[in-house]
């Protein structure tokens, strides 16, 4: 079990689901948390890389830099969705249709 | 270079940060809404950090190991952005739209987002290409959100958000991958280790290269990357717009020239001809073909609106699509020609937007109604905007005829294999002469004819006429530009 495979595999499964979710989902907040799985996804990968690989450990610093980001990126998404339920009293995504596609 | 020696080639930056936390701090002692004061600090340091990027000079070198590139190149693409940031912050001081709002934080993020856009032009290593398209991409989402009470506003940053997010974390795991096949972050690293792998690897790396593909062409909203531009820009306040379709396109187109570039080519160094590339998968092609479906998009869709605002987001999609065109050609030429579009672009595309700003706030609507007469009413306004319509379809004498014919000829000069190229970049010239007309006709052909003329105020026919100016002045007499775009020509190049 203790192999690179198996880690590449569970990171190609989350970046599916997370996949998955953004195109699914039509909840803003669910589709923030599939955006979430593939960035983790991608942090699985650095990790697991960088273990096995017998690299250094640019993949370790690279995961850190990741989780800031999405830290930054999930605060600002989810103000935005505060902002659009205070003003349309709803966070799905298909009713905030003023802007013709 | 080592951490401490790159300070002393890391000024403008400095200074850029320097004016942000000086911008926050006068920001929250001050207590008027219209905050005059931090745009004058933040337009201060601005210029002062221009004046930095022009002195700060030194042979092409990495700062803070590796990290990061210094080089001629990065400095002409920081001096785009700043120029754009300097006009879109005496735009936003003039517009009404931010009435009631309270605008101090937005100069300190316009700030933030020429510091991110200084890292994407000069990021050599994954991390910090990751880093900077983020920092640009989340002060983006707030920028477009930025009038809170407007639904149409929230409406904009939700759906910049949703597709930027998604677009970086598909992004990511490329970088994730490539990272993996390459055992490494940094460019010429990752160049060398990609010339070492075997074919077993080659589908891998495709997918990766694919997958960060999708990253950049959402930050200069190439199709089929493009879907959050016309309602982003439809929605965003105005000035927010016509920043977003120039400055960080440049930077994105940065990256770009810098990435594929450096780690796909062998040669790195821009001094000769006849570069190939060292990677089986042949994203040349794929770039040639996504600029031809980027300008088809962009101005067969640009044909059917009927909101000025909305027909110039399809138009910025467009031109993307033409800037894309010489990427593919793999030579110096094509990075030339694709920067001196960028230098053209930002008059042409600011003016317009600028123009488009004034309208709304006079008319109040931003569909070709409210253009109908312009050009009678307000002489100057129409006159200035008849000036970029010409030179956003490329008609000669203006910088787009210029722009245009220096893409096309990288395009030939590199060969019958991408006269396809050309060839559908000259009939989407012909097919986007109908839009951009059909606002000069509303101008000066609809509508009746008025005895009242109207004349914007001092500041404003000042802003128009300082891009309408160079509109047609480097149209005419454009070595400056030449001269400038040659000495920038110069990438940091690592021969291991």
């Not at chain 1, 989780?67 to 966070?91: D, W, Y």
């Not at chain 2, 693409?77 to 931010?98: D, M």
Request: overall charge negative.
């Amino acid at each position: 079990m203790d192999s690179l495979q198996t880690y590449l595999f569970i990171s190609a499964i989350l970046f599916s689901l997370g996949l998955y979710g953004v195109i699914t989902r039509r909840n803003g907040i669910a589709v923030l948390m599939g955006i979430e799985l593939i960035l983790n996804s991608a942090n699985i990968n650095f990790i697991a890389f960088a273990r096995f690989g017998g690299m250094n450990l640019s993949g370790q610093v690279f995961a850190l830099f990741v989780i800031i980001m999405a830290a930054a990126e999930a605060a600002v998404a989810l103000a935005i969705i505060i902002n659009i339920f205070n003003n349309l009293q709803t966070v799905n995504i298909d009713e905030a249709q003023q802007l013709k596609l | 270079m080592s951490n401490l020696q790159s300070l002393s080639l890391y000024w403008p930056e400095l200074i850029l940060s320097g004016t942000i936390l000086l911008a926050i701090i006068i920001d929250i002692f001050s207590e008027s809404q219209q905050s005059k004061k931090v745009s004058n600090l933040v337009a201060l340091g601005l210029m002062l950090t221009l004046i930095a990027v022009a002195l700060t000079k030194h042979s092409p070198t990495t700062l803070f190991m590796d990290a990061l590139a210094f080089d001629p190149f990065a400095s002409f693409i920081k001096s785009i952005v700043i120029v754009a940031t300097i006009l879109i912050i005496v735009i936003s001081r003039n517009s009404n739209e931010f009435e009631g709002y309270h605008t101090g934080e937005y100069y300190v993020l316009l700030a933030v987002m020429v510091f991110g856009m200084f890292l994407m032009a000069s990021a050599i290593d994954l991390v910090m290409v990751y880093l900077s398209i983020e920092v640009v991409s989340i002060m983006s989402f707030i920028l477009a959100g930025y009038l809170k009470e407007n639904p149409r506003s929230n409406e904009a940053s939700l759906k910049y958000v949703i597709y930027g997010a998604f677009s970086s974390g598909i992004m990511l795991y490329g970088l994730s991958i490539i990272f993996g096949l390459t055992g490494t972050t940094k460019f010429f690293e990752i160049k060398d280790a990609i010339n070492a792998l075997d074919g077993s690897a080659n589908l891998a790396l495709t997918l990766a290269s694919v997958f960060v593909l999708a990253g950049f062409g959402y930050k200069i909203s190439a199709v089929p990357f493009h879907f959050w531009t016309p309602d982003v820009y439809e929605g965003s306040p105005t000035p927010v717009t016509a920043y977003l379709s120039v400055a960080p396109k440049a930077a994105g187109f940065a990256l770009m020239i810098r990435f594929f570039n450096q780690v796909f080519v062998d040669g790195a160094s821009l001094s000769g001809m006849g570069w190939s590339s060292t990677v089986s998968f042949s994203w040349p092609q794929l770039l040639g073909i996504i600029s031809v479906i980027t300008m088809s998009m962009g101005n067969l869709i640009a044909i059917q609106q009927s909101s000025v605002k909305r027909m110039l987001a399809y138009s910025s999609i467009a031109h993307s699509g033409y800037m894309l065109m010489a990427l593919p050609t793999i030579s110096s030429e094509g990075v030339f020609a694709t920067m001196i579009y960028l230098v053209m672009y930002l008059f042409m595309n600011l003016g317009a937007f600028f123009v488009l700003i004034y309208v709304v706030e006079k008319e109040g609507g931003e569909t070709f109604e409210h253009f109908n007469g312009l050009g009678w009413r307000m002489p100057i306004v129409g006159f200035v905007m008849t000036i970029f319509m010409f030179s956003l379809t490329g008609l000669p004498p203006t910088v787009g005829f210029i722009g245009k014919f220096y893409l096309f000829a990288a395009v030939i000069n590199a060969g019958p294999a991408f006269y396809w190229i050309a060839f559908f970049g000259a009939l989407n010239t012909v097919v986007s002469l109908y839009y951009y007309m059909r606002v000069v006709k509303a101008m000066y052909f609809s509508g009746e004819p008025s005895d009242v003329i109207a004349v914007p105020s001092f500041s404003m026919t000042m802003i128009f006429l300082l891009l309408a100016i160079p509109s047609v002045f480097f149209g005419i007499y454009w070595v400056p530009v030449l001269g400038w775009v040659k000495d920038s020509l110069l990438l940091f190049s690592q021969v291991l």
